[in-house]
């Protein structure tokens, strides 16, 4: 904000605060998608009721353009040696929607302790829609587009330098998790850069988790 409204990132080198972590984390300030009038009367009845439960994440989630932000879920009482393998996740919504809130790693994590193989689990907010991937010449001219990916690129680069002192390690034995939607842009843009350093170089496309199944009835019902 301020300043930094639609700037680059910048990380924070000191913070002296106290942060609430029973709270939800700040999401990025939402925008409700259309629905086309002309699809099937059906179709506009199942999707009323579907998206509302897939973008909207209830009254008491804090939203702000200042949202960038580490949601770190690790295992009660795990070192700061442990060593954990960690899976990274960024959520699906087209880049208007989306919030950590609504992919917590709980079950995950749970799932995780009870087969004996615990992973630490890594998701976070970041700039979407109008604030994160505004375009226009002048956007362009002052190199400031895909902000959002920016984003996404700072939470990664400080997960590598921090993770350790949770107990977790980027070794290979669980690849990052990415959630559809915002997969193949994340790969393509980051590989086009070349700059990778400090960035983990394995996604697996959600839902192919075998310690977190998902259902979705409504992409069951119209795949056909």
Known sequence: VGDLR????????????????????????????????????????????????????????????????????????TPPNAKLPVSFSIYGGGFAT???????????????????????YVVFNHRLNTFGFLGGKEIKEAGVGNLGLHDQRLAL???????????????????????????????IQFTATLDLNGIPNQTVQWPKYDLAPQADPYARRWRA
């Open 6 to 77: 639609l700037r680059l990132p910048k990380p924070i080198l000191g913070y002296n605060g106290t942060i609430n972590a029973t709270q939800p984390a700040t999401q990025c300030i939402q925008i409700n998608p259309g629905i086309r009038k002309d699809m099937p009367v059906e179709m506009l009845q199942d999707m009323g009721a579907y998206l509302p439960a897939a973008t909207g994440t209830g009254p008491d989630v804090p939203q702000d353009e200042d949202c960038l932000g580490v949601t770190v879920q690790i295992p009660c009482g």
């Open 98 to 120: 989306g919030s950590s809130v609504k992919f917590l790693g709980d079950a995950l994590v749970t799932r995780s302790i009870a087969s004996k193989q615990p992973v630490i």
């Open 157 to 187: 680069k400080w997960v590598n330098k921090y993770i350790s002192a949770f107990g977790g390690h980027l070794s290979d034995s669980i690849p990052p998790l990415f959630v559809p939607s915002e997969v193949t842009d994340f790969v």
